[in-house]
């Protein structure tokens, strides 16, 4: 009981179980892959020099520098004027729109690519809707190209562009637009001038992420593009099935690895101040712009003016904001369509009665709903991938939970670099992480077993539980935690009866997020399952890749339900987290 009593004294104590769990799967193996990299014991560079010597190693990074930053650059450009619109939105409309937005970021990432290659097909969705009328005589080319890439990488990643710009710009104080108008300005200059810098600490967040994110990017590439569009991944998982040269692919996961991280350390980490980082443009703006001290000339000459139009204007009708206000909303529309409607095509498929997909259906039935559930091997890998996503979550679960708390009462300086070391199964590319996890579990012997399995999903979903449960401790009052102690309550039991039910709310978050984490994930899975594991999204990807079974979409189709239930079970628990205090100020004294 006394080491306890001195562990409870020693908060980083509590984080050593997620680290060990991440330095032996993942952090000894980097080490090791780095060294295969520089040929250890020898030390040279001769790998990289191959590497960036060879012009199709260089065409590849090019290529997948290029991908990354277009679909960036769309996800940007659709997400900012999304997330304006639905932060001006009202309060039960803007609820509405944030779970739509939801909905599609839970839902399986090889769903939606599933959805798309239907969508985009010869004789998918949008050819046969343009070839039945006419209006095309051949089919389209919408699919395996750099078109098809970009569709599918968007609808991935846009809601990841759209939440972190919805977070800044809900906290910006809209009376300084009013204000920037009242002295003259017009709506546009003002949300040009005031708004849009404000908000760049999300433009930066959901770049970045979208960014690095889109470099690992595998599974859609692959399915939605041709050999033309083959990105570092495909060559580094190209690599691994068929010549295992471990230097080769040590050398490209190192440099697909320092490209991303390059790209976090150079342009910031996607976390921060708001102020600082609104300040930031501000400072350089001058230098940055070499045309902003002619606009401020210009500005200066204009002012009387704009205060006179300012007078005339002030009173005038809103026709001209009632039809932007239209076409925004039309703006809007259209993105929740796009992002809701691969997943409602692939319900409405799953009850085809056809022999292959179509869209509509010509007759409805359950078929194939029964032939997954009277199939032995999908029903293997579903109940696969339930025994490792339980196990997963409650490992992960219990050591994250552990890891926020002890990171919670270590210093901010400690506390930012060991939440960075937990996080990086989640920020370096997955490609890497599941090179890097197969010579982990090679070392011990657990390549191909369940253990195995479990060890490797963990690590990703420890970083989030320590985010949902940091996020969670970040509102904690630790004077109830003092006011416990202060009655001779150890630390053992203070955590168990009083910190624990206030947080349980976050706990609950993160162990869903574990779970979704778990059951979803597909290249680390094809990388350490050695094909003696078959979890249900890697049957589903070995089908998508050997042949066209519409049972792919009965499966698909319960995959893209099961967010409405995480939903539910998240409202809950904050609804119950809602009441509890009120339930409590109401009973009598």
């Known amino acids: 009981m006394e080491v306890i009593q001195k562990i409870g004294r020693m908060p980083i104590a509590l984080v050593v179980p997620a680290l060990a769990v991440l330095l032996s799967v993942l952090g000894v193996p980097l080490l090791q892959l780095f060294l295969d990299s520089l040929n250890a014991p020898a030390f040279s560079l001769a790998n990289y020099q191959a590497f960036f010597s060879r012009s199709a190693g260089m065409s590849v990074l090019l290529q997948t520098i290029e991908i990354s930053l277009v679909a960036t650059g769309m996800c940007l450009i659709i997400g900012y004027p999304t997330a304006y619109l639905i932060t001006n939105a009202s309060g039960r409309l803007r609820t509405v729109l944030i779970v739509l937005i939801v909905l599609p970021w839970l839902t399986s990432a090889l769903v939606r690519t599933y ?32 078109f098809g890439v970009y569709i599918g990488m968007v609808h991935i990643m846009l809601p990841v562009m759209i939440l972190p710009l919805l977070s800044v710009m809900h906290g910006i104080d809209k009376s300084l637009m009013e204000a920037g108008r009242s002295m003259g300005a017009r709506p546009l ?93 501000r400072k350089g703006s001058g230098r940055l712009n070499p045309l902003s001290k002619i606009a401020d000339v210009y500005n200066e000459a204009s002012s009387g003016r704009r205060s006179t139009r300012w007078k005339t204007e002030l009173y005038q009708s809103g026709q001209s904001s009632s039809w932007l206000s239209l076409i925004g909303a039309l703006f809007v529309v259209l993105v929740m369509v796009f992002l809701q409607f691969p997943g409602l095509v692939i319900v409405v498929m799953s009850f085809s009665d056809g022999a292959f997909l179509e869209f509509p259906p010509s007759a409805f039935s359950l078929k194939w709903y029964r032939a997954f559930f009277g199939d032995p091997v999908w029903i293997g890998a579903f109940w696969t991938s339930i025994q490792v996503g339980v196990a997963v979550t409650i490992l992960s679960t219990v050591i994250g939970t552990l890891a926020a708390y002890g990171l919670s009462r270590v210093s901010p ?33 657990l390549v191909g077993s369940t253990t195995g399995l479990v060890l490797a999903h963990s690590i990703g979903a420890t970083a989030y539980v320590v985010v949902t449960v940091s996020a969670t401790l970040a509102n904690f009052d630790w004077q109830f935690e003092r006011a416990a102690k202060s009655m001779r309550a150890g630390p053992v039991r203070t955590f168990i009866r ?29 990388l350490v399952s050695g094909f003696a594991l078959f979890t249900l999204p890697l049957k589903m990807w070995e089908n998508m890749n050997q042949q066209i079974d519409p049972t792919i979409a009965a499966v698909g189709s319960l995959l893209t339900l099961m967010p409405l239930i995480w939903l539910i079970l998240l409202y809950l628990t904050w609804w119950r987290a809602r009441l509890a205090p009120q339930k409590t100020s109401s009973m009598p004294a």
């Open 115 to 146: 959805a798309w290659t239907v969508i985009l097909g010869d004789r998918g969705l949008i050819n046969n809707l343009l070839l039945y009328p006419g209006v095309i005589a051949n089919p389209l080319p919408l699919i395996y190209n750099r």
């Open 189 to 281: 200059v003002a949300f040009w001038r005031i708004f849009v810098p404000l908000s760049l600490p999300g433009v930066r967040s959901g770049s970045l992420l979208v960014f690095v994110v889109c470099l690992g990017f595998y599974i859609t590439p692959q399915a939605l593009g041709g050999l033309r569009e083959t990105m570092l991944s495909t060559y580094i998982a190209a690599q691994f099935r068929n010549a295992f040269n471990l230097p080769v692919i040590a050398t490209s996961a190192f440099v697909l690895l320092a490209l991303a991280m390059a790209v976090l350390f150079l342009f910031g980490l996607p976390f921060g101040s708001q102020r600082s980082a609104v300040q930031s443009p």
């Open 413 to 445: 300086g400690l506390r930012n670099i060991l939440t960075m070391v937990i996080l990086t199964p989640i920020i370096a590319p997955v490609i890497v992480v599941g090179v890097a996890c197969y010579l982990g579990l090679i070392n011990f012997g």
């Open 498 to 526: 009083v910190t624990l039910p206030l947080i349980r709310p976050g706990i609950i978050g993160g162990a869903l997020f574990a779970f979704i984490a778990s059951f979803d994930e597909v290249v680390v899975t094809s």
